[in-house]
């Protein structure tokens, strides 16, 4: 008797609760990571890298009725690295460039709706922000070393790195090569201006970040094993899409896609894309 109990007992509670278990394992090797990248925020002149409060808010409450989780990219890394789980929809927010509007608009509306965001900072407009006297406008400020470090103890925001000085243009475009540069010069240079930033905000702010943005989203292969030598797990890209991120597989951190919130998209377009995972173009 004794024994049949045990029999019937395995069939019917052991076996069904380990399946139930496998298959929830199975499910979450493997997870959709939409992102979405924001710059500025601010009213009354939306543009591709400008979204009014209003917008960013309809945003937040758009994402999260569509069933999505914000988290934050601490979580992400954590769940390939085998540490943790994510929600069934996770969704990570990521503010580029520092811009001092994302700590005034954009922090407060991220606080009211329970999410987390990720600012990617330029260390040359965070030091001319600090030293300057017209700090604090959300018009054309940036933030600096102090307010990154408000930010960074809040616990709501992870701060990138997004170079100290290559977010330019010429003669370098972001973290390309020159022209007429070796590739010895050409990886000293890179890690040497984002090891730069790292050192400046462990000193100044207190952080020391594990996520890097690529300005332009320029990205070399040379770049990406120096910025991997520094310490950093997620590298951001500006190439639109949705990354697939494996637990145990620590390169799909290594070109995370993300899709570019323009001003001149709707919330629903947005929307579109995130569960696409398809870039829609939007006329401007
Ligand atoms: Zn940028």
Known sequence: MKRLFLCLFSLFIIFPFFTARTTVFAEQQRVRLPVVMYHNVLNGRQGEYVVSERQLESDLIAIKKAGYTFVSAKQVIDFVDGKGSLPQKPLLLTFDDGNYNNMYYAFPLLKKHGACAVFNVIGAFVSASSN???????NYSHLTWKEISTLHKSGKIEIGNHTYGMHVYKPRFGVGQM???SETQYRAAVKEDAGRLQTELSRRSGVTPVV???????Y???????????GFRMLFTCNEGVTTVVRGDSSTLHYVRRFNRNGKMSTKTLLEEIESGKHIPVDS
């Open 132 to 138: 300057s006297s017209q700090a604090d406008n959300p």
């Open 179 to 181: 022209e007429g540069e």
């Open 212 to 218: 890097f943005a690529y300005p332009f989203g320029k």
């Open 220 to 230: 070399t292969t040379s770049a990406k094993e120096e910025l991997l030598s520094l």
